[in-house]
């Protein structure tokens, strides 16, 4: 049965935006909190983000039924999408649709060094596919949550050999430094943490009470811990980066653009490529949404680690945040209202 958007879901967009004026205002007004959370940190990762992360995954991570992994490994044409999509496409789409406007369209009104950084913050975030909100992204679509894993378990893989590469040859750069262990780290904490947990809660509930109590009793009672993990990350994230948001207004707008036109592009081309190979929506979803979203917590800890707290880099990951949530709603309401596209089990389009 399709799953519906209800209330706090449907106006996801006026919560988020509330939550960010909140960090920012914390941020502002009560700057001790911010400095002790950046001391809650290990390998550049916030522990407290990530731990807000688990939370916003794990119920994904419920609904992973291990026996239908293997099947989910067989949709070699969604894994194809992805893969082309992410790896070949999408850092220089990125590269491209970024330097035509911070260094063509928008070169008046920022000074040239500061756009070649917002230009390598943007880099940063085309270079880096999603591994932990595309979870969430997916459970807004009833997208198949063994797929899920298994796409993001590969993606994991090609980044730990493919970021740099990419990233350097965009930068212009032989030499970058990437954080591996914030990268390692961030894996073990977005995906193997989760998914142990949730095996291990859905194998001893099954076990106890059987599968329909599981289905019906207690999957339910996750069902707006996603969103309140998404809502409170967002508080965290945004009391740190208040200053540097309220002190260039304009330039976030600049930014913006960019990183919004190139997310809905991804989108659409990996989404219609679905549609035109006739995959399933639950699969189809999924497979475009991974790469309209970015991973956003490698990009900031290498633009931090590369370029400094304080540079246009950072900025232009921060806004990539600030961009995303909003923009993959967008996309999330586009998914659902398209479901009729394309087939569903039994080789009949969805209604």
């Not at 994904?60 to 026996?67: E, H, I, R, Y």
């Not at 099947?71 to 035509?100: D, E, H, S």
């Amino acid at each position: 049965m399709k799953k519906r958007l209800q209330f706090f879901e449907r106006y996801l967009s006026i919560w988020v935006l509330l939550c960010i004026g909140a960090g920012i205002l914390i941020g502002q007004f009560l700057p001790a909190v911010p400095r002790v959370l950046e001391k809650l940190q290990y390998a550049r990762v916030s522990i407290p983000i990530a731990l807000l992360i688990w939370l916003m995954i794990y119920p994904m991570m419920l609904k992973v039924d291990f026996k239908s992994v293997v099947n989910a490994t067989k949709q070699g044409r969604g894994l194809t999408v992805t893969l082309i999509t992410n790896w070949l496409i999408k850092p220089f789409t990125m590269y491209a649709i970024a330097w035509f406007f911070l260094k063509v369209v928008f070169a008046q009104w920022i000074p040239t060094g500061l756009s070649t950084e917002y230009l390598a913050g943007a880099i940063l975030l085309g270079a880096a596919p999603c591994t932990a909100m595309v979870f969430v992204w997916s459970y807004l679509t009833d997208g198949n949550p063994s797929y899920t894993l298994v796409q993001v378990a590969v993606n994991d893989l090609v980044i730990l050999f493919a970021f740099t590469p990419i990233v350097a040859f965009l930068l212009g750069i032989s030499d970058i430094g990437i954080p591996w262990n914030t990268l390692l780290l961030s894996v073990v904490l977005f995906v193997v943490i989760p998914l142990t947990a949730g095996y291990i809660t859905r194998t001893m509930v099954i076990r106890h009470k059987g599968s329909a109590y599981f289905t019906e009793k207690f999957l339910p009672k996750f069902h707006s811990t996603t969103i309140a993990g998404l809502l409170l990350t967002l508080v965290i994230i945004f009391s740190f980066q208040g200053n540097v948001i309220l002190g260039n207004p304009l330039h976030i707008l600049f930014i913006a653009v960019p990183l919004t036109l190139q997310t809905f592009f991804i989108f659409f081309m990996a989404y219609l490529w679905a549609k035109g190979w006739k995959l399933k929506h639950e699969i189809a979803a999924p497979a475009a949404l991974i790469g309209s979203s970015n991973f956003f917590e490698l990009a900031v800890a290498v633009a931090i680690s590369l370029f400094g707290l304080q540079s246009g880099a950072t900025l232009a990951t921060v806004v990539g945040v600030l961009v995303e949530v909003p923009v993959m709603l967008t996309l999330v309401k586009i998914a659902n209202k398209t479901t009729h596209w394309f087939p569903r089990k039994n080789g009949i389009k969805e209604a």
